[in-house]
């Protein structure tokens, strides 16, 4: 054997050891690390468990179980992004942003070819762009703006066929713009704003198609706009670069004679581009030389020396061009400051966030998600009306995701308001003031036949009744693998907070506001079932104490109404183990496994009496007393006798009928609002 084949053998192993699979728990655990040091985030992931089941939070997976989302922004994540990331061969979508993570972006991310998200934005990252990600093929959106990424902005990102969206804004970028991204056919954003980049604006860039946006604010720009750039009307932004010229362009001076210049070299000091403007004045040549020889250059000088001299040049010119880009970089960052009232001559992470959160967005959906599952695309198979419901009505719902992770502050832990087997809500702040509630839904939960989730969006929003909670709006992600339903925010808690309460407590309701609740989600429940106008009639399927939510006024407001029609029959069906579990399930759904009204009327029946006990649970011995006829008995003990009795005789008879073993001897919802209305006559 050669004496050199083991010391081979031993440089190779490193590599073939990388090369070997790492299962996807594994992968994920050593993200975790790294993510996560100190161990204080990510405490759900554990060794051992399912990455597809809810241990791991912020992981989906797709119908294979392969992981095929990691959605971590907004979580204080504080450490590095690891190349392990490249062991997750499916991965879909990768959001990362709005942490204080720091270090480079690995390369080896370029190895996940169905990468369509990469959301990386609002961090520390350092370092340059790796050119690898040019050649990610399904690459849709690249968010990497918020940074501290330098170098320049790779030319192989010209390659991504797919790219829709590139941000790339607010970091310490240098060099020209690529031409090489004018070859993008579907891009539609490009931001480069707020960064060092000099040279000349690309004609290229005319060339793509699809472009809406193109920023370059705030950078070192010169030479001439490109006409063409025209066509973007105010998607063009272009203020604060001194050398940029072109007519038709507001704010912008006309271009002379020596401005004019190859706008698609993609580095504006190359040689071919190397010219007495690119030079500035303190290094100017004489044209004809006649004095010491050592003070000047003959025409006859030898290219060494030209070369030199032309080093030296474009030094100083590098030079003026960085001192240039540092005082805006400092204007730039002083105006930030001052909108953030801080003293600090360095944005931190957080100063960031609350500038990027401050950020006009389109009320529509976003153009930084891809389409693939997104039954809100226009131009769908279900344009037009549907239902009477005019598209253009449906549209007003549709909300910005980025307005949406703002508003509750990408979702963070201390805007959580609660969480179910397929859902969270967070309190949230929109831009408008007001105050909302965003129901996030994993798309694992939701019907997989996007006309049918489409039809369910569209009858959300013709709901409309004082005693319905009213939804403001929804988005939807493929790449998040979410749905966002948005509802108005009800402060004061559900109804069953209100049950079980301690005596003397602030909980316990008045008797005149129970008689007050129990009719008005009575109305409420009528004009579910009701077809009137454009809304068609429809079954609730989960009303409980627990949906009826109370305002400032503890006026009722009946939640997740038709909420079933957006999510799997599984999903459903796993709902109903707790509301069987309290007793709201009507004992003919055993038999027929159907949902009706009468169903509805006896979930119903079952508040009334919660409402009448104050208790959360109805037991065998509570049913006796009701039987039997003591009333005193069953009527909460808080009240302290302090009620109608007249009154909670009718209720309870009420009650009794809606509950009924029969589904055809309970009444409809139509005789009960009836019936209620007459209490006040009642003493």
């Not at 025409?299 to 040049?313: D, E, K, N």
């Not at 599984?570 to 009507?586: I, P």
């Amino acid at each position: 054997m050669h004496p050199s084949l083991p010391l081979l053998a031993l440089f190779f192993l490193p590599l073939t050891t990388l090369s070997l699979p790492i299962s996807e728990t594994n992968a994920l655990m050593s993200i975790k690390s790294s993510l996560d040091p100190q161990g204080r985030i990510l405490t759900s992931w554990t060794l051992g468990s399912d990455p597809c089941g809810p241990s791991f939070e912020g992981v989906a997976c797709n119908e294979e179980g392969q992981v095929a989302n990691i959605s971590l922004q907004g979580k204080g994540l504080t450490g590095k992004i690891p190349a392990e990331i490249s062991a997750l061969t499916n991965l879909t979508g990768l959001y990362l942003h709005f942490n204080g993570l720091s270090g480079g972006i690995p390369r080896e991310i370029s190895g996940l070819s169905q990468l369509s998200e990469l959301y990386l934005n609002v961090n520390n990252l350092s370092g340059e762009i790796p050119p690898e990600l040019g050649y990610s093929p399904n690459l849709q959106v690249l968010q990497l703006c918020y940074n501290n990424l330098s170098g320049s902005v790779p030319t192989q990102l010209g390659s991504l066929k797919e790219l829709s969206v590139l941000a790339l804004q607010y970091n310490r970028l240098t060099g020209a713009i690529p031409a090489s991204l004018g070859d993008l056919k579907k891009l539609v954003r490009l931001d480069l704003s707020f960064n060092r980049l000099f040279g000349s604006i690309p004609v290229r860039l005319v060339d793509a198609p699809s472009l809406n946006v193109l920023d370059v604010r705030n950078n070192t720009l010169s030479g001439e706009i490109p006409i063409g750039l025209k066509r973007l009307n105010g998607g063009f932004q272009y203020e604060n670069n001194a050398g940029l010229c072109g007519g038709g362009f507001l704010g912008i001076e006309v271009c002379s004679a020596s401005d004019h210049k190859n706008p698609n070299k993609p580095e504006p000091f190359g040689p071919d581009n190397l010219s007495a403007k690119n030079i500035p004045e303190s290094a100017k040549i004489p044209a004809n030389c006649t004095g010491n020889r050592a003070h000047c250059v003959s025409p006859t000088s030898t290219p060494q020396t030209g070369l030199a001299f032309g080093v030296v040049g474009v030094a100083v010119a590098l030079a003026l061009a960085g001192f240039l880009s540092f005082s805006i970089y400092r204007r730039r960052k002083q105006k930030i400051s001052s909108m953030i009232d801080s003293s600090d001559s360095r944005l931190s992470t957080d100063q960031i966030k609350e500038v990027y959160c401050r950020r006009s967005t389109s009320p529509l959906i976003s153009l930084e998600y891809s389409n693939g599952w997104d039954p809100l695309v226009k131009g769908g198979s279900l344009s037009g009306v549907v239902g009477g419901f005019s598209q253009e009505v449906f549209e007003s719902f549709m909300y910005n995701l980025e307005d949406v992770e703002r508003a509750t502050h990408c979702f963070s832990e201390m805007n959580l308001l609660g969480k179910s087997g397929f859902s969270a809500t967070y309190k949230g702040l929109l831009r408008d003031g007001s105050v909302v509630a965003v129901k996030c839904i994993a798309k694992m939960s939701c019907r997989s036949d996007e006309d049918e989730f489409l039809k369910g969006l569209k009858l959300l929003t013709s709901l409309k009744h004082e005693n319905l909670v009213q939804l403001r709006g929804f988005c939807c992600s493929k790449g998040r693998g979410e749905c966002f339903l948005i509802y108005e925010y009800v402060p004061n808690g559900n109804l069953l907070q209100h049950l079980d309460a301690e005596h003397g407590s602030e909980k316990v309701l008045e008797w005149l506001t129970r008689v007050s609740i129990v009719a008005g989600i009575a109305e409420g429940i009528r004009y579910i079932h009701s077809s009137k106008g454009k809304k068609p009639g429809l079954v609730h399927q989960n009303i409980s104490a627990g949906k009826v939510l109370l305002d400032h006024w503890n006026n009722p407001l009946l939640s997740d109404s038709g909420l079933h029609k957006l999510l799997a029959d599984d999903v459903v069906f796993s709902a109903l183990k707790a509301s069987a579990a309290m007793g709201y399930l009507a004992p003919e759904y055993a038999t027929t496994g159907r949902f009706t009204e009468k169903s509805d009327v006896y979930a119903f029946g079952m508040i009334l009496l919660q409402v009448l006990c104050g208790k959360s649970k109805i037991t065998a011995a509570m049913q006796q007393t009701v039987e039997l006829g003591k009333l005193n008995e069953f009527m909460d003990g808080n009240l302290n006798g302090n009620f109608s009795e007249s009154q909670a005789t009718k209720i309870l008879n009420i009650a009794l009928l809606c509950t009924h073993e029969s589904a055809h001897c309970r009444p409809g919802m139509d005789d009960v609002v009836q019936e209620l209305s007459r209490l006040e006559s009642i003493l």
